[in-house]
């Protein structure tokens, strides 16, 4: 028998395809999990505008690991459940594959008439869009430039971010909606089990939405440093420490420099949601004292 899928998310792809009818195109399934998501108000995958709309990079890839597993099969195009799911136990009666069939009712729209309806709904969605001019009138195609525009994207700025909590697609949509261009990670060891955010993932993703991707190992903590830390004294001490230390890793604040003349929009990364909670901060306010540059923390 075959494991059932680790997360609810996953279960959620297969109880799609089989509602609808078991056989089912990759971006149909793409659009129609973008709007079961957004309509009802579940938090599974989130989604960034790609090459035709919407798109979750995290679903993608849970579609390479259930076809490992047997779930389904698929190709470029298609997707088609391998085996039944109706009679199992944890799929019979989960109250998710029953709002799924209600919904699915609802949702008779494919291809191209459903990529346009959803175009029509969200238009950020659709600005990197290949075939937008094939779908939308002139109307339509003026929203989606309108949802293009950053506020003051002209304007020379620092941002810091961190990834915790947030899905990779989100992460994104914050870097493109403030028109950073370059992202630098200033972990001394960017490896994370959280799906997107090791090196290898940013520097793969990120080009596709023009955001480079430059790793400064020199700014970063030792993994040991961190290793004990309880309390807010401990934090207190360790970023009072590393500002110290600031003065001597010159070189990487120089990269951080060199970079900022020439892409005017950055943001360096780590993993805590607040800046305070993280050294990213001590970075920012060096560079705030001795370059007087705007900073920004998302």
């Not at 709904?121 to 009138?137: R, T, V």
């Not at 950073?180 to 200033?186: F, G, N, P, Q």
Request: charged share 30%.
């Amino acid at each position: 028998m075959i494991k059932p899928p680790t997360y609810n998310r996953q279960k959620l792809l297969l109880f799609l395809i089989e509602q609808a009818g078991g056989n089912l195109h990759k971006m149909d399934l793409q659009k129609l999990l973008f709007l079961y998501i957004k309509e009802s108000g579940a938090n599974h995958y989130a989604f960034v505008p790609y090459r035709f709309g919407c798109y979750s990079f995290l679903a993608d890839d849970d579609l390479d690991l259930l076809q490992k597993r047997g779930w389904l099969e698929q190709n470029d195009k298609e997707l088609r459940l391998h085996t039944s799911i109706a009679l199992l136990s944890w799929a019979k009666n989960n109250p998710e594959r029953k709002a799924v069939r209600v919904w699915l009712k609802k949702k008779t729209k494919r291809g191209r008439t459903l990529l346009r309806e959803v175009y029509r709904q969200y238009p950020y969605y659709a600005i990197n869009s290949e075939i937008k001019e094939q779908l939308l009138d002139k109307k339509e195609l003026e929203l989606v430039n309108k949802s293009e525009v950053i506020t003051e994207s002209s304007k020379k700025l620092i941002y810091t971010i961190g990834y915790e909590g947030l899905h990779i697609e989100e992460y994104i949509n914050k870097l493109i909606l403030n028109g950073i261009k370059l992202l630098c990670d200033v972990r001394k060891n960017p490896l994370s089990r959280k799906y997107g955010f090791s090196k290898r993932s940013l520097s793969t993703l990120l080009p596709k939405f023009g955001i480079k991707y430059l790793h400064i190992p020199e700014l970063g903590i030792e993994s040991q440093n961190r290793k004990c830390l309880k309390s807010s004294s401990d934090y207190e001490a360790l970023f009072d420490d590393y500002q110290k230390s600031l003065p001597g890793r010159q070189v990487g604040l120089t990269r951080i420099m060199k970079e900022f003349a020439t892409h005017k929009r950055i943001a360096l990364t780590c993993f805590e949601r607040e800046s305070q909670s993280c050294h990213r901060h001590c970075i920012s306010d060096f560079l705030v004292r001795h370059n007087s540059i705007p900073v920004c923390h998302l």
